[in-house]
């Protein structure tokens, strides 16, 4: 792989315990890192700014949520994918369609557990089509088409020049508590284009975060796994 990042163990230790907090994929957080390192170190004469607060993947919460694994380059969202061994990118069916997937998603090859490289581009309307197929499945794959010699600087300049950073000019409603407590323990029991409204909702209205952490402390399977872990002590 071309631009091959190496991961410090320090940072895969960090990331690791990150997950045991948002129950995401350790994989996803060093993806969203190689990815972050790439960009940083493209000729700074190229002038692409990272804006490491403005990436919905710096709250626990919306990762615990919904899945986010994002990075903001010049005001543009870009989602961040590891692809498995196959090639394959996976995606909540939540976010496709939603202004958080308008930049398109990075996807990183891992090359054994701390290194790898961004090796594809996946854009918007190739989520779309890969969506209107998928029936009544929650989450969908597609094989990225992976290139080594896949010019990352490029495929930013391009995506850059094509589109801004998508703003809701009338965001979704905020949605109620109790449809996040049931979006994230059951999400089946919400269609598909409420859990949509509930993403866009969500995630337009930063004043809304801390009721989303005091839902996910109550209801995330991170947190169930915790308490069930320090109950297991307890009892021995």
């Not at 061994?85 to 990183?108: D, K």
């Not at 269609?191 to 975060?209: D, K």
Request: glycine fraction near 6%.
């Amino acid at each position: 792989m071309t631009n091959l990042v190496e991961i410090a163990p320090e940072i895969a230790r960090l990331a690791k315990s990150r997950t045991r907090v948002t129950g995401s994929s350790a994989v996803a957080e060093l993806a969203c890192n190689i990815a972050q390192e790439s960009i940083l170190s493209l000729d700074p004469e190229l002038e692409f700014l990272l804006d490491e607060s403005a990436a919905f993947s710096q709250e626990d919460a919306l990762v615990c949520l919904f899945g986010v694994c994002d990075l903001v380059v010049n005001g543009l969202r870009l989602d961040v994918r590891p692809a498995d061994e196959e090639g394959r990118v996976y995606m909540s069916r939540a976010l496709i369609g939603t202004s958080y997937l308008t930049g398109g998603t990075l996807v990183v090859g891992m090359q054994g557990s701390l290194s790898g490289s961004v090796v594809a581009y996946i854009a918007p309307s190739q989520w779309q089509t890969i969506d209107q197929l998928a029936g009544a499945d929650e989450t969908v794959s597609l094989k990225a088409n992976i290139s080594p010699s896949f010019d990352l600087a490029q495929t930013l300049r391009q995506v850059l020049d094509r589109q801004s950073e998508s703003r809701v000019a009338h965001p979704a409603p905020a949605p109620e508590m109790f449809e996040l407590a049931l979006f994230l323990s059951n999400p089946r029991q919400l269609i598909l284009s409420r859990q949509r409204q509930i993403v866009e909702g969500t995630l337009a209205r930063p004043a809304l975060w801390e009721q989303v952490g005091q839902v996910v402390s109550l209801w995330s399977r991170a947190s169930m796994r915790q308490i069930l872990c320090r109950g297991a002590a307890w009892n021995k």
